[in-house]
């Protein structure tokens, strides 16, 4: 148990349907990520939010929208996706933010998704 | 460009068997790096976190060394056991205000018992 859980661990969804990820800690950390993982591919970010307010965008499609209503939550809506979109998607947390290094990094189970 | 390589790709050893797994960076301006362990279809658990102005870490029979200069680290796992048995990543913190760790693409470690 990291102190990080995501929900659903698993979702199938159809290339028209719309889902969302959900992530929650009980840390009391600042900053909390979104992280993709494709198989034989490193890990890519694709947002960060830092006291709630989003900090990153590494220039990820418009079909993957997140949401960060508080420092514990954290979403991910999914709509329109494509199949090559299939992956683990991995919610983490650290304690840093701003300019200060990321500290230690936990992350969750992640959600594997899967579009057809 | 920053860019973190972990070789090899693939380990099998017996158990009992001491072994090193690689990473190496290409930008030596690093504020820490991570190691993690990672089981198939799980999500990452952090292992060890060297900042850098420390040469090395040590949790029970896992010991992760940093040097800079060279852009390299290497975990150390002692006494290896079938348990150990998973892919390991480590991740490079380059810090600024994007929080960006550059991970590698792990090695995956298998111990036959």
């Known amino acids: 148990e990291t102190g990080v859980t995501q929900t659903p661990r698993h979702l199938v969804m159809g290339m028209t349907n719309k889902k969302s990820l959900k992530c929650e800690q009980h840390?009391?950390?600042?900053?909390m990520y979104w992280y993709k993982q494709s198989a034989k591919k490193p890990l890519e970010l694709m947002f960060v939010y830092s006291l709630e307010e989003r900090v990153e965008n590494n220039s990820v499609p418009s079909r993957f929208s997140p949401e960060c209503p508080n420092s514990s939550h954290l979403f991910l809506h999914l709509h329109t996706l494509q199949p090559e979109d299939s992956a683990l998607y991995l919610c983490?947390?650290?304690?840093?933010?701003?300019?200060?290094?990321?500290?230690?990094?936990?992350f969750g189970e992640g959600s594997r998704l899967t579009v057809l | 460009k920053q860019e973190v390589t972990q070789i090899p790709a693939a380990l099998s050893v017996p158990e009992g068997e001491n072994l090193v797994l690689n990473c190496s960076f290409t930008d030596s301006a690093i504020y820490n790096l991570q190691w993690f362990r990672q089981d198939p279809g799980k999500g990452l658990t952090s292992l060890l976190l060297i900042q850098s102005s420390q040469r090395e870490q040590t949790s029970g029979r896992l010991n992760a060394s940093l040097d800079k200069s060279s852009g390299r680290s290497t975990l150390y796992i002692a006494a290896s056991q079938p348990g150990d048995s998973a892919t390991y990543l480590c991740?490079?913190?380059?810090?600024?205000?994007?929080?960006?760790?550059?991970f590698g693409t792990g090695t995956l470690l298998a111990v036959q018992p």
């Open positions: 991740a490079v913190d380059y810090g600024g205000a994007t929080n960006k760790l550059i």
């Open positions: 983490a947390s650290s304690h840093e933010t701003g300019t200060a290094n990321t500290g230690e990094l936990f």
């Open positions: 840390l009391g950390h600042n900053a």
